[in-house]
């Protein structure tokens, strides 16, 4: 048994024990009036700590666990072996005042229990406590209280006790854990990772993480912050002081770390962050898994308990590459498409919707937190957690899920270009600047009003390519559409020349940017077999997605994304069908020029959310003529669209020919599918069309096997520019074709002679934009067409065709 120390210091005779036991209690019975009376009158303060906090003003701290309850008429649940501390080993003046100033950089060098000379030294910092006590099995010792919300205590033991801390407030006492009796709950090798920019599973290192640690239950709270004076966790479990809960700095990693014994799921945080210039930030966790619903900026501690049901999913998504596989994808506005659904509430309906109109995938616009919902999500601020605004992390898992087992892909919109400079959240985050680059002609982004990301600092790298492995890990995201890649990739991006200076090779290329993302697109792709990377980018920038290590003219190797975003494609074929149909004649290179550069990337046709707001109008509003002609000329464009060799992405509402700009205040005019209207039936039937778009290019590999190979595509009349027509081939593995003919006039173009291959004997019309079900004029062509020994257009054989007005029709060898 532990031997009871004596007020003397030294150990008692077992003679005296029982004397000096009694002798022991009545002193820490008035040792502990006289401190709580003193210590209140000194310290107690005269408001609380959140009403002084400006943390506290970003959410409402939870009410004070209260005091663990004592049996009736027995006092304090303790034992009722105390003893005073021989003498108080105070902190000296220089650590004192650094832990009051939040600037103490190993507080568990200091706080918790030591040996020293003469024994053990406890000591502990409690603002606002009356008393402190230490608690060693049956072992009960009041500590002094040194002023400012410091207790210290020397007892002569041999060895430092596992122990906790019995805390008296004016009205309760608490008994707890030490925070700084733990060792770091981080290992080694996580923080070698973290020190070389390679810990792939960052997030779990770093933020809140619920754990138990030395058998104790609580939470572990990590943070990067090399410039940090000091660093502490202030929340609703501290009342949002930080004073009493320092971090610790763990060597030269820039990672502070603090485990609270007690800390559970669920609980508010953020850190308050003592800068170099001794000022103090409280900043929300970088890494955090879970937000405060915004306006509310605080972090939240989580713990997923999902348990996933898309195993199968899971298991054959990699089985076909998706450039060589049908893809054909509806973006999504998660806020908007049934404004004041929840993601569970979503999961009802979204899933059931995008499968009965045939898409594969679903791309939702960003989820990773922001504060302005009117930034779409473009601007993020947590990089780690879906927005709170629909539901928990959870909850967004549960949408994943359901769309997964409905047989729908999920790809994500992620921004890595840039971050918004609110205070509370990266921008200088510990005081200087850390995530963005310190040269202000690299930091500010020009457009935006946002701050870019140093693509050449190893830990901001990690940070970026960590959460690009984290969405698809943890949230079994399919891929992910990369936004704003072109403003990464030019130092020169929206600047003037006095504005940007040229890289180490004197051109213009952000040679940090390339490293970075071919960094993340082989990371992304080495763990996470079956995702697809998607690039929107606007140039003409070499390789995009060529493997990062084929190196092309350039020399700097393929940037590894599976897809791109053919942003040449979708200007040009808009304009061209702004136009009215007699000026057509004179842009029709506008829409066969993109065969000219078809297979020199893996591309998606775009028709997003940026073409159909801000002033752009509609996609049926785009086009020229009155109603009808609208209409005629949408599905004319749509069926195009899905026959033209690429990818397809429609932008909500633009599948029923919504006539309005999209807001994100009330989301698409879903009324205009209701029957009770007059004009549902016209917006239903280019619903329909879509539908089987879908399903007739599921169904026919010619129109998306060999879509990065020329051997996938043939012209058959590409210059018909006085007639607006346009006529191709698309071919699968064996050679089997589909026709595709668009006629962009407003008359019947009858017995339309068009060149085709002598080995089919019979066509059949599989789809018609102008069919009656479309909202169409019916025009249309018998079955089957049967084709003449005519030569026609270079080939051996020709089929006389109806062509509808502002039309297209697709045929198959019957």
Not at 38 to 57: D, R, V
Request: glycine residues 10%; contains cysteine.
């Amino acid at each position: 048994m532990t031997p009871r120390p004596s007020s003397s210091g030294s150990e008692p005779k077992k003679k005296a024990a029982k004397k000096t036991t009694k002798t022991t209690k009545n002193t820490a019975k008035k040792a502990t009036r006289k401190t709580a009376a003193g210590t209140a009158a000194k310290t107690t303060p005269k408001q609380s700590p959140a009403a002084k906090n400006p943390a506290a003003k970003t959410a409402e701290a939870p009410p004070r666990k209260p005091a663990k309850e004592a049996a009736p008429g027995r006092g304090p649940a303790v034992s009722p072996e105390v003893a005073v501390a021989a003498s108080s080993p105070s902190l000296d003046a220089a650590d004192r005042e650094r832990l009051l100033a939040g600037a103490h950089h190993d507080p568990h060098s200091v706080l918790g229990a030591h040996r020293v000379p003469g024994g053990v030294a406890f000591r502990a910092f409690r603002p606002y406590a009356l008393a402190v006590s230490v608690r060693s099995g049956d072992l009960r010792i009041e500590l002094h209280d040194d002023g400012d919300g410091f207790f210290s205590g020397l007892v002569p033991l041999r060895e430092v006790p596992s122990h906790r801390l019995l805390v008296t407030y004016e009205g309760s006492v608490q008994e707890v854990e030490d925070p700084y009796r733990f060792l770091p709950a981080l290992g080694d090798l996580d923080l070698h990772l973290i020190a070389e920019g390679r810990h792939e599973q960052l997030w779990q290192a770093l933020g809140a993480h619920p754990t138990v640690h030395e058998g104790v239950t609580g939470t572990r709270f990590a943070v990067w912050a090399p410039n940090a004076r000091g660093v502490r966790v202030a929340g609703g479990f501290n009342f949002w002081d930080g004073t009493g809960h320092p971090m610790r700095s763990l060597g030269s990693t820039g990672v502070w770390e603090l485990f609270l014994p007690g800390v559970g799921a669920g609980e508010l945080y953020k850190f308050e962050i003592t800068r170099p210039d001794g000022s103090r930030t409280f900043r929300a966790d970088p890494l955090a898994r879970r937000t405060e619903v915004p306006p509310a900026t605080s972090s939240v501690v989580h713990v997923s308990e999902y348990t996933w049901g898309d195993a199968e999913w899971l298991a054959r998504r990699a089985d076909r590459p998706a450039h060589e596989a049908p893809l054909s994808v509806y973006e999504v506005h998660l806020p908007s498409w049934r404004p004041g659904l929840t993601y569970r509430e979503l999961a009802e309906q979204l899933p059931a919707y995008v499968a009965d109109l045939g898409f594969t995938h679903v791309e939702l616009m960003p989820v990773a937190e922001h504060p302005f919902g009117g930034s779409w999500g473009y601007q993020v601020t947590g990089f780690y957690a879906p927005t709170a605004r629909l539901g928990d992390p959870d909850d967004f898992r549960y949408l994943v899920d359901r769309l997964h087992r409905a047989g729908i892909g999920v790809l994500m919109d992620w921004v890595p270009a840039h971050f918004p400079r609110d205070d509370w959240a990266l921008a200088e985050f510990d005081g200087r600047p850390l995530y963005e680059h310190s040269d202000p002609q690299r930091a500010a982004h020009p457009d935006w009003g946002t701050l870019e990301f140093d693509f050449g600092r190893r830990e901001v790298r990690n940070f970026l390519v960590a959460n690009a492995v984290y969405w698809c890990e943890e949230f079994h995201i399919d891929g992910l559409r990369v936004d704003a890649v072109a403003s990464m990739l030019y130092l020169d991006y929206s600047r003037e020349a006095d504005q940007w200076t040229p890289n180490e090779r004197g051109g213009r290329e952000n040679l940090d940017a390339v490293a970075f993302l071919q960094e993340m697109n082989a990371t992304v792709y080495r763990r996470v077999p079956g995702v697809v990377t998607v690039a929107e980018e606007s140039t003409a920038w070499d390789g995009v997605t060529r493997a990062t290590h084929h190196e092309g003219p350039s020399g700097f190797g393929g940037l590894g994304f599976g897809l791109k975003w053919n942003m040449g494609w979708m200007h040009d074929s808009l304009e061209y069908m702004s136009h009215e149909p007699v000026h057509r004649r004179y842009h029709h290179g506008e829409m066969t020029f993109s065969m000219v550069y078809a297979y020199s990337e893996n591309y998606v046709l775009p028709i997003s959310h940026d073409e159909v707001v801000h002033g752009k109008k509609s996609l049926v509003s785009k086009m020229p003529g009155d109603w009808w002609q609208q209409r005629a000329n949408e599905r004319a464009y749509l069926a195009f669209m899905w026959a033209h060799p690429g990818k397809q992405l429609l932008f909500m509402g633009q599948e029923f020919a919504q006539g309005a700009e999209w807001s994100e205040a009330h989301g698409p005019d879903w009324w205009l599918l209701d029957p009770q209207y007059g004009a549902a039936p016209d917006h239903r039937g280019v619903r329909d069309l879509v539908r089987d778009l879908n399903g007739v290019y599921r169904d026919t590999p010619a129109l998306w096997q060999r879509d990065t190979h020329p051997s996938g595509f043939s012209w058959v009349v590409g210059d018909a520019a006085e007639d607006n027509v346009l006529a191709f081939l698309r071919l699968d593995a064996d050679g089997t074709p589909l026709l595709a003919v668009s006629n962009f006039a407003p008359v019947v173009r009858s017995d339309y002679r068009l060149g085709v291959p002598a080995d089919v004997p019979a066509w059949h019309e599989v789809l018609n934009t102008d069919a009656a079900r479309y909202g169409g004029g019916d025009a249309g062509n018998p079955d089957p067409v049967k084709p003449e020994p005519q030569g026609w257009h270079g080939r051996p054989a020709s089929i006389r065709l109806t062509l509808p007005p502002l039309a297209t029709v697709w045929l198959r060898p019957a």
